[in-house]
């Protein structure tokens, strides 16, 4: 039956979620019920496509990504596909009208992880809006559920949102990037002779797009605000945790917050929405 298999695709994005990431499968749970296939649809999609590129060595990354790109196109037109996570993916795609632009330059971002790209501002960019803020984007035309002025309004700050969460995974990740990957995003700077004013610098430009990004949360649809503000306390607290970090320390050391700390900062969030103090 078409249904069990539909059901199996939606469950296999859920697992792929949850055992990928405990904070953002913990922030979905928090949104209306309605919202969580979907969400998982487009989480399960930008983590396989991620792990071609970062974890598949010893194979022909570049033809599996090739490969899973292509599967990728042919389940959204054809409306289905034999891979449980692309067949929940294309139905999300379908049915709130997601844009192929956003799909392309998420892909093309997961083509320059194979490349030894120099980053100058602009491939900085680039890589950025594909990486994370068409994701958010993504996840926006879910919340606004066909209501177009609503998403234009809300675009900015989504796109800013999800660049605040992919700047703070390239300082998490700075160990594994550079040291087992090769790769340095940021623009302009030699991790050879990282010190504590660069990272402060990049630390104030991640404040200023969570700043934009919590007034475009605060705006959202009752059934995904809160969910959202959940991963920005989140992201939040990791970013305040790397400030109080040394620089060579981050070069050498994956900063993580404890579970014990995420149940306490979802508790004090959980109140100030209560509270309308979001």
């Given amino acids: 039956m078409k249904e069990l298999f539909d059901m199996i695709s939606r469950k296999s994005s859920k697992m792929t979620t949850v055992m990928y990431s405990t904070s953002f499968s913990l922030g979905i749970r928090f949104f209306s019920k309605r919202f969580h296939d979907p969400i998982y649809g487009i989480y399960g ?3 396989f ?12 990354k570049q033809k599996l990504l090739n490969r899973f790109k292509q599967d990728t196109y042919d389940a959204i037109e054809e409306k289905i596909s034999l891979n449980p996570i692309l067949n929940n993916f294309q139905y999300v795609v379908n049915t709130y009208k997601i844009e192929r632009e956003l799909i392309d330059l998420f892909l093309r971002s997961m083509e320059m992880d194979l490349e030894k790209v ?10 950025i809006l594909g990486s994370a803020e068409v994701v958010g984007l993504m996840c926006l035309r879910v919340f606004c559920e066909g209501n177009g002025q609503k998403y234009n309004e809300l675009k900015p700050s989504a796109m800013r949102l999800g660049s605040a969460f992919q700047k703070i995974n390239f300082l998490r990740d700075l160990k594994a990037d550079f040291k087992d990957l090769g790769r340095s995003y940021f623009p ?17 430009d991640i404040e200023k797009d969570f700043a934009d990004g ?3 949360i605060r705006k959202l649809p009752n059934g995904a605000r ?7 306390v989140y992201f939040h607290e990791l ?8 620089a060579d320390k981050l070069l050498n050391e994956r900063i ?18 209560l509270t309308n103090s979001i």
Avoid at 191 to 198: A, Q, V
Avoid at 239 to 246: A, C, G, H, S
Wanted: no cysteine; charged share 35%.
């Fill in 45 to 47: 999609f930008v983590r």
């Fill in 49 to 60: 496509a991620d792990e071609i590129v970062d974890s598949f060595h010893g194979y022909d």
């Fill in 256 to 273: 993580r917050v404890s579970n014990r700390r995420k149940y306490w900062l979802l508790l004090a969030a959980y109140t100030r929405n």
């Fill in 118 to 127: 120099e980053y100058d501002q602009k491939k900085y960019e680039e890589y």
């Fill in 226 to 232: 809160f969910g959202v503000y959940v991963a920005y």
């Fill in 188 to 204: 302009g700077i030699d991790l050879r002779n990282w010190d504590d004013t660069t990272k402060a610098a990049i630390e104030a």
């Fill in 214 to 216: 919590l007034e475009g």
């Fill in 239 to 246: 970013l305040l945790k790397i400030r109080r970090v040394k």
